[in-house]
């Protein structure tokens, strides 16, 4: 009897444990030169809040790139920071109303290699808000020179309840040619992956930050 009893709690401990969704994760999958990135975290803050956040970001992000690296770029290295596998230099951008296209222009350095400077990557970005209280925000490749092949990324905000929402962001990414021969997908999670683990953070820390300024009602 015991015995059963132990193999059924072990049953049931090992299936809630493999259906689990972490609520903190990041994983990338590669398959036929994409690399598909899947990113969750948990916020300890409000609809509204959490909504102001994704707004802010989406302005400056067409109007105000050096406001970005004070919070939502922080701590991502993409102002010349020094690193043995590759370095950037996210210089600028520029919004066109009529085509509602962004264009980034930065440097892409790989060490005592080779010198990419003020590669140009065009793409818009679209907001969607669902009948479900869900909304996003997608960012789709236009043009690149060199760097990307494909590229968009769709960052969702899910709220959980008054006081808690989720963030999730999934990227798909084929790098042009060089890149594609160069990043391999060890060199990607040391490239790309953990810095889109930053910026999802960077954005919760800074949701987190406004709900403790936010009076209680």
């Not at 010198?115 to 065009?122: G, L, N, Q, V």
């Not at 960052?155 to 890149?179: A, Q, S, V």
């Amino acid at each position: 009897m015991r015995n059963c009893i132990l193999l059924l709690f072990l049953f049931l401990t090992n299936s809630l444990f493999l259906n689990a969704s972490p609520v903190d994760s990041i994983s990338t999958n590669y398959k036929d030169g994409e690399f598909v990135t899947y990113c969750q975290v948990s916020v300890k803050a409000s609809d509204s809040v959490c909504s102001s956040v994704t707004r802010d970001f989406d302005y400056q992000m067409r109007y105000n790139l050096d406001a970005l690296f004070s919070w939502a770029l922080k701590g991502m290295n993409l102002r010349k920071e020094k690193n043995e596998l590759m370095e950037f230099y996210f210089k600028s951008t520029s919004y066109d109303k009529s085509t509602a296209v962004i264009r980034g222009v930065g440097d892409v350095v790989i060490p005592n290699i080779i010198t990419f400077p003020d590669i140009s990557i065009d793409s818009k970005l679209t907001h969607k808000r669902f009948k479900n209280g869900n909304s996003s925000f997608n960012l789709e490749l236009v043009h690149s020179e060199g760097f990307f092949k494909k590229m968009y990324c769709t960052f969702t905000l899910i709220p959980k309840n008054k006081k808690e929402c989720m963030y999730t962001l999934e990227t798909h990414i084929r790098f042009g040619w060089f890149f594609d021969i160069f990043i391999s997908k060890k060199r990607f999670q040391s490239i790309m992956e953990w810095r889109l683990k930053k910026y999802v953070h960077n954005l919760k820390d800074e949701a987190e930050r406004r709900e403790r300024l936010t009076p209680n009602p």
